[in-house]
């Protein structure tokens, strides 16, 4: 397995993506492509003492680097010699089996859908993080900020692509979809939650995925679906609100053991089962999120990924290339595609 990663996107670029890397081929043995300022990667590796390069791990120089402010839509040709950009076609030349990068979202999303392209059939890439719930499983949320302005017939492929990647990536046997919306009646939200729904619900009667209804907010981190279909405005509203909940809790738990000499030894004698829950809600151990709906794994890291969340990121990037779902989700639209042609007597 070969991941690619750029090496000089995200704030801590380069040291922590190539400290991440080299954490990441000596604990899991993953081949790696650290693409980047060859000049600087070595600069990283002289101020910590690491005179040679890890085994499996090569460097691909690329002397540019996307900028944050960039026009997604002109990093193509405009930054051709950067970073993000050589990976990407690295990745679609077959020279690597995933790719990570920590740069900038709408750069990414863009480079990944020109170059290394979507699975036929898919109008849209989602991104599409697994948070933990509360019955000990993942809910994948499916969009979560790629794509704010959505059709009902994006929210169906969600929906279908979602649920694939909960079979093949997260072992569902058979995954719950539902639908975002202000309440879980079929006549609540806009237009588009409405027509999405009656897209959605047709889909579970043909067999393509199990669409359970309408989901509110409250019912992601509750487990009650396996996979939640949203615009990506409000995904993204829905993941940051889950996040600033979580990073709350965490700091109403510290205060509330602080408070004296007695919740204090409380602490002692339940740091591992704190610490467990932290773990758990740190993004840093995820590592990043994959787009869904590009035929190679692409993962956007989070840009303020530090070595740790790089070393999972690329964990993750070889997980997903191993677990690829595109001949499941092909499949499925294939289906799709074939449900709504007119039958002729």
Do not use: W
Request: aromatic share 4%; with cysteine; charged share 25%.
């Amino acid at each position: 397995m070969k991941i690619i990663l750029d090496a000089m996107g995200g704030d801590n670029a380069p040291e922590a993506a190539v400290l991440g890397a080299f954490e990441a081929a000596k604990g899991f043995g993953t081949e790696i492509i650290l693409v980047g300022r060859g000049e600087a990667i070595l600069e990283v590796m002289g101020r910590h003492g690491i005179t040679d390069l890890p085994e499996g791990v090569e460097i691909a120089n690329a002397e540019d680097v996307v900028d944050m402010h960039d026009e997604p839509d002109k990093v193509i040709r405009k930054r051709a010699n950067s970073s993000m950009i050589i990976g990407l076609r690295l990745l679609a030349e077959g020279k690597g089996d995933a790719f990570v990068s920590a740069g900038s979202t709408g750069a990414l999303l863009t480079g990944a859908t020109l170059l290394v392209k979507r699975v036929k059939g898919i109008r849209r890439a989602a991104m599409a993080p697994a948070m933990p719930n509360k019955k000990g499983g993942k809910t994948v949320i499916c969009d979560c900020g790629a794509n704010a302005e959505c059709t009902p017939e994006f929210l169906l492929q969600f929906g279908l692509v979602g649920s694939a990647f909960a079979k093949k990536q997260l072992g569902v046997a058979e995954p719950k979809v539902g639908l975002l919306n202000i309440g879980t009646e079929d006549s609540k939200g806009t237009q588009l939650q409405k027509d999405a729904y009656a897209l959605l619900k047709d889909a579970d009667e043909k067999g393509l995925l199990r669409f359970v209804g309408n989901v509110e907010a409250r019912d992601v981190p509750l487990g009650e679906v396996d996979v939640v279909v949203c615009d990506g405005f409000a995904g993204n509203v829905l993941l940051k609100s889950i996040e600033g909940t979580a990073m709350f809790m965490g700091s109403l738990m510290k205060r509330m053991f602080k408070k004296n000499l007695l919740s204090k030894l409380g602490y002692l004698l339940c740091s591992s089962g704190v610490k467990d829950m932290m773990k758990l809600m740190d993004y840093r151990e995820i590592g990043g999120t994959q787009f869904l709906g590009i035929k190679k794994p692409v993962i956007k890291a989070h840009g303020s990924s530090d070595a740790l969340a790089f070393r999972n990121a690329v964990k993750q990037a070889a997980d997903a290339a191993q677990n690829d779902f595109t001949q499941d989700l092909e499949a499925a639209l294939r289906l799709l595609a074939e449900a709504k042609e007119p039958k002729h007597d």
